[in-house]
């Protein structure tokens, strides 16, 4: 059973740049979520994609933005990177039949750490 | 104040102790209470998964939440060296409903 993928593993860029991350959900999976994770921090809440449109949006700028596709996998695009964008990225899957009834159980993928410098 | 409050530690134990580890919250309308537990720059890896009050017993892994109290814990029998990682709780439901609200992570270290 395929978990989450995400690609790539690391990333280095520079202020001012734009960054691409992809993923791919667990194998019966519809819905993705994307999350950043600051060094010795709990992740926080960017965006959910389901049926390829945004479903919800957590508190992070419009320089932020995704897109999924039909085969539900999802890209998440950063532009304009600040130092402070450096964290980890991760992907989670999880079933849209569970959302929106309080029940998320999401899995996650390894992550990609993106470095601004 | 978080909505979501962890004891960072780190935790430090002996191999085969028993490990308790603990977060509040404020939010009454998380209904969805899950315990991860993330190695050094991996990915978070789903634990146990509690909906409401009550326990729920996993191998040698015991989530209990009591929501009067807005207080959830993960027990950890016979510890192991392999435990060694950061645990974090995640909670969902209300308007977080779509989104899992994390606290920060308590760091567990089990010596041999």
């Known amino acids: 059973d395929a978990g989450v993928t995400q690609s790539p593993t690391h990333l280095i860029k520079t202020r001012g740049q734009q960054v691409t991350l992809r993923c791919s959900p667990k194998s019966g999976h519809d819905t993705v979520s994307w999350y950043q994770q600051a060094l010795g921090q709990g992740p926080q809440f960017i965006f959910q994609y389901y049926e390829e449109e945004e479903r919800q949006r957590g508190n992070f700028p419009d320089r932020f933005s995704g897109h999924q596709f039909p085969n539900y996998s999802s890209e998440l695009n950063v532009n304009a990177l600040l130092l402070g964008d450096s964290a980890l990225y991760l992907c989670?899957?999880?079933?849209?039949?569970?959302?929106?009834?309080?029940?998320?159980?999401?899995?996650f993928g390894p992550g990609t750490r993106l470095t601004v410098t | 104040q978080k909505e979501v409050e962890q004891d960072p530690g780190p935790l430090s134990v002996p191999e085969g102790a028993i490990v308790s580890l603990n977060c509040t919250y404020s939010?009454?309308?998380?209904?969805?209470f899950m315990w991860y537990r993330q190695y050094s720059r991996k990915g978070p890896e789903l634990l146990m998964y509690t909906y409401s009050s009550g326990n729920k017993e996993d191998g040698r892994f015991t989530a209990q939440v009591d929501k009067s109290s807005k207080y959830i814990s993960l027990f950890i029998r016979d510890s192991q060296p392999s435990d060694s990682a950061t645990y974090l709780c995640a909670m969902s439901g209300g308007d977080s409903s779509y989104k899992l609200i994390f606290g920060s992570g308590t760091r567990l270290l089990v010596r041999p």
């Open positions: 939010n009454s309308a998380f209904q969805y």
């Open positions: 989670a899957s999880s079933l849209k039949a569970h959302t929106g009834t309080g029940r998320v159980e999401q899995y």
